[in-house]
């Protein structure tokens, strides 16, 4: 402390705020077990106060410090930490569910409750965590879930969901997560023309699973429910006017649309003109 005159008789007191960190090997319930020692030393041109701190400085009687009031103490604790949750996936126009697990210890009587709050780095999205406070009774695990709205536009990459726990006297702890964001992708092929018949095999990739259509103001309508990404075979025939231009023609030009319904994303559109031939 800053130097103090004493006058004989007089009660002095000294408030010590001490900050002290918790074992990082797992929460740490507590209690915390201390110890409080007191010490004087006496302050004069020969000893300054900038001099190092020694029990048992000078000679009897006249001793120029003491040490001793040695007081036990324990201090009830509280201590949350958040796990670092797997990658997660999640396609554009869609939702991501991210899941943080939740680990708290406590000895405090009552312990705290936590205001749970979350946010992305993904430009234009909006978070919500499930459960928006944590207030454990007792010591044990949990988890909340941070729900996050993917934008149609938002780009391919890996970005960073935070969960973040905070008590009403300021203090906090954080959590990080990796959110890996895809576009569903639609890849033509080359058309495989089936002269004969005047149809064509169009190959067809899908980068997710969901519900493939095929369609086109000119042709017939096909649909493909693939369960997994791959590449499908999908037949190419004309139909009405078209179908008549290639039977009289034998060639018709035709616009084939493609578009994918993936689970738990928007929906892609691609499209490209082909030109099927007939044997005449």
Not at 114 to 127: E, G, K, M, N
Not at 148 to 169: C, E, F, M, N
Not at 233 to 251: E, M, P, T
Request: proline letters at 8%.
């Amino acid at each position: 402390s800053e130097v103090r005159n004493a006058q004989p008789g007089e009660d002095l007191e000294w408030t010590v705020a001490v900050e002290l960190g918790l074992p990082e090997t797992g929460p740490f319930g507590g209690p915390f077990q201390a110890a409080v020692v007191a010490g004087v030393r006496g302050v004069n041109e020969e000893y300054p106060a900038s001099r190092p701190y020694h029990c048992h400085e000078g000679e009897s009687p006249e001793r120029l410090s003491w040490c001793g009031g040695y007081e036990e103490a324990e201090i009830g604790t509280s201590d949350l930490r958040i796990g670092a949750p797997a990658a997660v996936r999640a396609l554009t126009g869609g939702r991501a569910s991210v899941e943080f697990p939740l680990d708290f210890a406590t000895s405090a009587s009552p312990p705290p409750s936590f205001a749970l709050s979350a946010a992305t780095t993904l430009p234009d999205a909006s978070t919500t965590v499930t459960e928006s406070t944590f207030a454990p009774t007792a010591s044990g695990q949990s988890s909340r879930t941070v729900s996050v709205s993917i934008p149609r536009q938002a780009k391919d990459g890996a970005y960073q969901v935070t969960l973040t726990a905070t008590i009403p006297s300021g203090g906090s702890v954080s959590q990080v997560a990796t959110l890996n964001v895809a576009r569903p992708r639609i890849q033509f092929g080359k058309l495989r023309r089936r002269r004969a018949r005047g149809t064509a095999i169009l190959p067809i990739r899908v980068s997710e699973p969901g519900t493939l259509r095929i369609f086109g103001r000119k042709l017939v309508r096909a649909v493909r429910k693939p369960k997994a990404p791959r590449r499908l075979r999908v037949a190419i025939r004309a139909k009405g006017k078209a179908r008549r231009i290639l039977n009289r023609k034998g060639s018709a030009k035709v616009r084939v649309k493609a578009r994918l319904q993936p689970q738990g994303g928007a929906a892609v559109t691609r499209s490209r003109a082909f030109r099927l031939v007939k044997r005449r």
